[in-house]
């Protein structure tokens, strides 16, 4: 059974940069499978940040690509989030996910880390 | 970006009733439609992909269906675990993109 695990600060100072791991176990982030950061502010609905394969392909959200970067780190079965110029406006619950790795279930996501609250406060 | 619209925002039901939500995308996105289902205090749970293919361990009560733009999730017969909030989300193109929920609660 694959399980997810985000692991980071849970406050982050205004314009700081918000750095969050999700650790993989129970499968390899080395398989065929996409790796995504999903976010969701305090009562309000999902925001797909960005995702990375194991070759170090990436995509991301435009509305956050000048500031995310997502990197992989195959020996430590890991992937990573970074997210610059922090404000409050990106206070959320972030969860990490796997994607499938059927024709039809490429971007559905089928395994999620149970997620961590990150706080933007001074 | 594709938006995808939820409707209704809440849904009221009683248990043992049919419960019917739909999503709509502002364009094609074939086939590649996904729900989720989302108690409080917990992440999202995959339900359907590929708009009808229910996920591993996913009870026959939920079904998914349409194509396009169009679609609908079915709760056959509401049980009492399954008030929470769902989510449609499409992975035809980037960014992925979610709807807004629906909020299924108790009538």
């Known amino acids: 059974q694959v399980q997810l695990q985000e692991s980071g600060p849970g406050l982050v100072k205004p314009s700081g940069t918000l750095s969050l791991t999700c650790a993989v176990s129970?499968?390899?982030?080395?398989?065929?499978?996409?790796w995504s950061w999903v976010r969701q502010p305090p009562g309000k609905g999902l925001e797909w940040i960005g995702e990375?394969?194991?070759?170090?392909?990436?995509n991301y959200n435009p509305s956050l690509k000048s500031r995310v970067t997502i990197s992989v780190d195959k020996s430590k079965n890991q992937f990573s989030l970074k997210l610059s110029s922090v404000t409050a406006a990106d206070t959320a619950v972030y969860y990490c996910?796997?994607?499938?790795?059927?024709?039809?279930?490429?971007?559905?996501?089928?395994?999620w880390g149970q997620g961590t609250l990150v706080t933007v406060s001074s | 970006e594709i938006v995808m619209t939820q409707s209704p925002a809440t849904l009221s039901v009683s248990p043992g009733e049919r419960a019917t939500l739909s999503c709509r995308a502002s364009?094609?996105?074939?086939?590649?439609l996904a729900w989720y289902q989302q108690k409080p205090g917990q992440a999202p749970r995959l339900l359907i992909y590929?708009?009808?293919t229910r996920a591993t361990g996913i009870p026959a009560r939920f079904s998914g269906s349409g194509s396009g733009t169009e679609f609908t999730l079915t709760i056959s017969s509401l049980q009492s675990e399954d008030f929470a909030v769902y989510y449609c989300?499409?992975?035809?193109?980037?960014?992925?993109?979610f709807g807004g929920g629906t909020k299924v609660e108790i009538k």
């Open positions: 996910a796997r994607g499938g790795k059927t024709v039809t279930s490429f971007g559905a996501f089928d395994y």
């Open positions: 129970g499968g390899s982030i080395s398989s065929s499978n996409w």
């Open positions: 990375i394969y194991h070759s170090g392909s990436t």
């Open positions: 364009q094609s996105v074939s086939s590649n």
């Open positions: 590929g708009a009808s």
């Open positions: 989300q499409q992975y035809n193109n980037w960014p992925r993109t």
